[in-house]
């Protein structure tokens, strides 16, 4: 049977010497031999929890901590006084990019088990604090203990097991509220009245998505009045239902000016602080209980006012492409020349222009290249006082199963609805004049510029694109 040496997994130092002193003699080094074995000496199976189908509640093992995983079933060979042992490594990803290794108590007879307060560290530091499910990979590196010296056996990519478990972690009386409200000068100090602050989240669970957002503005004239400062605090749904500060929360420090920290709550949040005039967006993420604060330099969107959408800024918008070298605001707007044209918002302030040029003095409209209602695609600098404007000839799918060709949906006589039967296998994404420069992706309840592919879907499926909101909106029927 072919012989394998086991990994040895440390490093020697070296040692060095000036140049200009004569070396010593050295003593000769004596390297520690890793032990041979031959491939196939150690194996083992999965055991206890990891053997079962059902979750893994971490809770459960608070009073028993002893968590079996695995055993060996062979260990033959081993060099006298060596040990055979192992690990278990967890990670979020299949990949294993981010890994929590758990050391491993062996019993006389090969069982391995962890410690259910180590397990659900490693769950915490690769899942936050959530209550919800998770679920975790796991392998078992087998490692040979020989005179105070670990050998990995066999090579560093060889696991006696390895497959998944879904799990929850102990209970932190940790909580995620359903819903968070911005305190401060430039909105109210008032718990009864803050539901009129509430900050920004997505359709998702709040454990799954645990972060919110809300844009507040700063006047001079709330500095002025509150002392050179707008102090801050963000209120919890449960603060504001029952009048209680205790889950209130803020920096530990009172006036603390950072625009990025940790957030303590229990009664011990003390109220942050923003000295300039501006727009802010705070960004709060309640399972890291971390918050950052952005002063904003851009608007949070462009509107495209017309005829076409009653001269309003909830219709159709455009939104910025992300990129901070060359921001511009970029989407699909349906306009036309009924009432002269259309103008552009931002900010609450109209802008007019021509030939591609906006400018903030111009009184009249923007002129589109054809009187009728059509839906155009637009790209607009806020820096620059630029636009484009290029009509929408085609909108279709591209991806799915087909790169290569754009399968193109039918639009209704105002062509805010595109539809059309479409077979898709895999990833796709919307796009429109068959070109990259005009696509949508992300979220199909709210599509933006450019973002990720849609996914999971196979078979044939009725698509349809709705512009008659302020973003587009893609949905999926099966057939």
């Known amino acids: 049977m072919k012989k394998i040496n086991i990994f040895l997994l440390g490093a020697l130092a070296m040692g060095f010497v000036g140049c200009d002193e004569a070396p010593e003699a050295p003593e000769m080094q004596s390297n520690p031999q890793a032990p041979v074995m031959a491939e196939g ?3 083992g199976e999965v055991a206890g929890v990891l053997a079962e ?40 990803s299949e990949e294993f990019g981010r890994i929590e290794t758990l050391p ?22 690769l899942f936050g604090k959530s209550p919800k499910e998770k679920t ?38 940790f909580v995620i509220y359903d819903a968070y409200y911005m305190l401060c000068n430039a909105t109210t100090w008032d718990l009864t009245q803050a539901a009129d602050f509430r900050f920004e989240h997505s359709d998702k669970d709040v454990y799954d998505d645990p972060v919110f957002s809300y844009l507040v503005e700063v006047t001079q004239e709330v500095l ?18 029952t009048g209680e500060w205790t889950n209130v929360y803020g920096p530990e420090d009172d006036g603390d000016e950072n625009l990025d ?7 011990k949040a003390q109220a942050g602080k923003l000295v300039e005039p501006g727009k802010y967006r705070f960004t709060i993420n309640m399972e890291e209980m971390t918050y950052s604060i952005e002063m904003l330099t851009r608007p949070d969107f462009v509107a495209v006012p017309s005829n076409a959408n009653g001269w309003g800024q909830d219709g159709p918008r455009l939104y ?34 021509a030939d591609g040029k906006i400018d903030a003095a111009a009184p009249g409209n923007i002129l589109a290249p054809a009187d009728a209602t059509a839906l155009y695609w637009f790209t607009v600098s806020t820096v620059n006082m630029t636009y484009t404007i290029t009509p929408i000839e085609t909108l279709g799918v591209i991806g799915g199963g087909d790169w290569d060709n754009q399968r193109n949906l039918t639009p209704s006589d105002d062509q805010l609805l595109w539809e059309g039967d479409v077979q898709i296998s895999g990833e796709w994404k ?16 709210a599509a933006v510029f450019n973002g990720g592919n849609f996914a999971g879907l196979e078979g044939m499926y009725h698509i349809t694109v709705d512009f008659s909101g302020n973003r587009p909106k893609v949905t999926a029927v099966a057939k």
């Open 136 to 173: 975790a990979y796991w392998r078992v590196p087998v490692y040979i203990n020989l005179d105070g010296t670990s050998y990995r056996y066999n090579s560093t990519t060889y696991y006696a097991a390895s497959g998944s478990v879904k799990e929850t972690c102990m209970d932190a009386g």
């Open 430 to 445: 919307i796009r429109m004049n068959g070109t990259w420069d005009m696509n949508y992706g992300g979220d199909m309840e």
């Open 224 to 241: 002025d009045a509150s002392g050179g400062g707008c102090y801050w605090k963000i209120a919890s749904s449960d603060a504001v239902e």
């Open 41 to 43: 000496d150690i194996s």
């Open 53 to 92: 189908s059902s979750v893994l509640n971490l809770e459960d093992w608070k009073t028993d901590p002893a968590i079996e995983v695995f055993k060996f079933t062979k260990i033959e060979d081993l060099p006298e006084g060596a040990v055979a042992t192992c690990k278990l490594e967890l990670s979020n």
């Open 320 to 353: 910025w492409n992300g990129n901070e070298a060359d921001p511009l605001f970029i989407g699909a707007a349906r306009v036309n020349n009924n009432d002269g044209g259309f103008k552009f918002i931002w900010d609450d302030a109209w802008y007019g222009g």
């Open 261 to 267: 920290g940790m957030l303590v709550g229990d009664g």
């Open 104 to 125: 491993v108590t062996m019993s006389e007879e090969g069982v391995a088990t962890v410690n259910a307060v180590d397990w659900d560290d490693a769950h915490i530091a």
